[in-house]
């Protein structure tokens, strides 16, 4: 599997090539954060894309974009660990959890979409819709959700023989690329929306299955007043949000910058509507 969905990375640091050793499992090599973000111009430019057409668009698409930008200028944080080396991510692969119907007990089950590192908002926008409509059509259960119920159907010895294969094979990177497309443990990034609940956002672990290297997890959206330079009360909207990351991909300063990157791209996400002049390659 790491052939086909990246290439091993070889002119990095030799400290960097042992640590996935000294720290082999990723929930282990977890860095955890939490900051918040001045999003009044991303519901400026809602409110302009709802009145152009747009429904349903949100915040999620906006993350979403942001960090799809932030890959293609800085594709370090788009690597993954596979047999405790680092590889380099072919494409990008974004994972998000959804319920059927917004119910207490309504079915769960995760949607992946894999956006060009070019995308905009709106390319985005049609990707996540075409992914929320496919998965609705295919009823109560999608692909992977098919493939977990043949799971649980197993007497639990065999099943648990099962996993062990499964976790042994993708070691080695020898898991089937049809499961690794449906699988939500492999990917670039997993995103969750708390605010759509009127939570905060979770500090939600990694999954020491598959290669997911980043969890981003947002808030609701909430009003602060701050005090201006001038003594001036004012009122901004913000969003809180989390993020949990595997520290052997890259190192502390690259996160920063990405994440530095990614902020600004929220607090201005009209960059976010129009393609990046350039797409940077990761290391060899």
Known sequence: MGKKVGRRIKSDSPMNAVVPFIMPNRTGAANTFETSVNISKCEELLRQKKADGYRGIG??????????????????????????????????????????????????????????????????????????????????????DTVARILTHLPRVLLKFVVWALKTMDYFGLLPRFLTSLSPFHGSLFITNMGSLGMPPICHHLYDFGNLPVFVAMGAKRTEQYITEEGETLKRRMIDFSVVCDERICDGHYYATAFKKFKRLLENPEKLLVPPETVTEDIK
């Open 59 to 144: 915040m999620i698409h906006i993350f979403m974009a942001a960090y799809v930008r932030v890959v293609s200028e800085l594709p370090g944080i788009n690597r993954f660990i596979q047999g405790q080396r680092v590889y380099a991510r072919n494409n990008i692969e974004i994972c998000m959890a959804i319920k059927k119907e917004l119910k207490l007990n309504a079915p769960e089950t995760v949607i992946k979409i894999t956006p060009s590192p070019t995308d905009t908002i709106d390319d985005i926008y049609h990707l996540l819709n075409e992914a929320v409509v496919e998965n609705k059509a295919e009823g109560d259960q999608n692909s992977m």
